[in-house]
Nanobody, 122 residues
Framework: QVQLVESGGGLVQAGASLRLSCAASGRTFSTYAVGWFRQAPGKEREFVAAITGSGGGTRYSDSVKGRFTIARDNAKNTVYLQMNSLKPEDTAVYYC???????????????WGQGTQVTVSS
């Protein structure tokens, strides 16, 4: 089992950047694929990005492709989401999630963090 804690959210203006972190417990973090999701008020949870356990594979939603980058440092048990050129429509609670399938880049995960708020003002 793995526990996840997100951090790095905040209030920024449109066009700014933020880097979210997802810190995981456990000794075998490299065996877990990790995804980022977001949920805006009144909307369904939305897939944002995913990365395989080794970091060699990634996938992005069309809405963030070219602006967001997912990366991981397995030595630090941390996955990052670098968010550039932020837009007001990126405002949401961002969650990271982990799957026990290291190669997974899908949208169904077993373990979830508590979320971190990102607010982008216009």
């Amino acid at each position: 089992q793995v526990q996840l804690v997100e951090s790095g959210g905040g209030l920024v203006q449109a066009g700014a950047s933020l880097r979210l972190s997802c810190a995981a417990s456990g000794r075998t973090f490299s065996t877990y694929a990790v995804g980022w999701f977001r949920q805006a008020p009144g909307k369904e949870r939305e897939f944002v990005a995913a990365i395989t356990g080794s970091g060699g594979g990634t996938r992005y939603s069309d809405s963030v492709k070219g602006r967001f980058t997912i990366a991981r440092d397995n030595a630090k048990n941390t996955v990052y989401l670098q968010m550039n050129s932020l837009k007001p429509e990126d405002t949401a609670v961002y969650y990271c999630a982990a799957s026990g399938k290291a190669w997974y880049l899908g949208e169904e995960y077993n373990y979830w963090g508590q979320g971190t708020q990102v607010t982008v003002s216009s």
